[in-house]
Nanobody, 120 residues
């Protein structure tokens, strides 16, 4: 099993920055892609950014140029640097990964979420 634990959420004013971190732990044979999703109140969960095992990244149009996803492969961590935050970025942010706990046993894993609130 793989556990994901997020940190770094909080309350910040519009225009400010936050950095989210997510640590993967447990029985990890390999991790493929890691990503950040978010879910605003009353809305569906949406992909914010993803980074593959090769380092390729992709972003939601709404965060391009403001958010940066990065990964520490040695530490099994993923980060989300969020700049120029807007009130519409307010949401619970979830860490996600696709990982093998042993060869050919591939599953999707989710963190518990961290609240990000942007005030005007």
């Amino acid at each position: 099993q793989v556990q994901l634990v997020e940190s770094g959420g909080g309350l910040v004013q519009a225009g400010g920055s936050l950095r989210l971190s997510c640590a993967a732990s447990g029985t990890i044979f390999s991790i493929d892609r890691m990503a950040w999703y978010r879910q605003a109140s009353g809305m569906q969960r949406e992909l914010v950014a993803v980074i593959t095992n090769s380092g390729s990244t992709n972003y939601a149009d709404s965060v391009k140029g403001r958010f940066t996803i990065s990964r520490d492969y040695a530490k099994n961590m993923v980060y989300l640097q969020m700049n120029s935050l807007k009130t519409e970025d307010t949401a619970v942010y979830y860490c996600y990964c696709v990982a093998e706990s042993k060869p050919r046993y591939t599953y999707q894993y989710w963190g518990q979420g961290t609240q990000v609130t942007i005030s005007s």
